[in-house]
């Protein structure tokens, strides 16, 4: 019996972009600590909403076996994990590095789930 990796590689993008969000909330709240860097964390945290939001918009729209849906959320997914590296990598970034490997991976491995035939 062969078993489908699409759904975990669905929810693995979910729980991506639910991440970015709690991330960006979080730079969002770091405005008070550092008032001569808050417009890094502006931009910063705005990216990630947008990257969570458009990971989300992805999440919906792989069932639809789109080509451009699925190599949009790969791009995404090693974009941040490549992006991260560029950041003062800590303990999170390693984390975060590691969710995103491993749902590029199994978005990889189920690709025939996801790719119009």
């Known amino acids: 019996m062969k078993t489908s990796l699409s759904q ?4 693995l993008v979910l729980l991506t972009s639910a991440v970015l969000t709690i991330f960006g909330f979080g730079s969002l709240t770091r405005l008070a600590e550092n008032p001569d860097l808050a417009g890094f964390y502006i931009f ?3 990216a990630m909403l947008v990257i969570s939001a458009v990971l989300l918009f992805c999440y919906f729209q792989l069932k639809k076996r789109r080509k451009n849906i699925f ?3 790969s ?3 090693a974009l ?3 992006l ?3 950041d003062q990598v800590g303990f999170v970034d390693i984390l ?3 969710l995103n490997l491993v749902t590029l991976v199994t978005l990889y ?3 025939k789930d996801f790719l119009p035939e």
């Open 8 to 11: 975990p590689a669905r929810y």
């Open 44 to 46: 910063y945290a705005f």
């Open 71 to 73: 190599w949009l959320t």
């Open 75 to 77: 791009v995404i997914l």
């Open 80 to 82: 941040n994990i490549v």
């Open 84 to 86: 991260t590296i560029f």
């Open 96 to 98: 975060f590095m590691l």
């Open 109 to 111: 491995l189920s690709r």
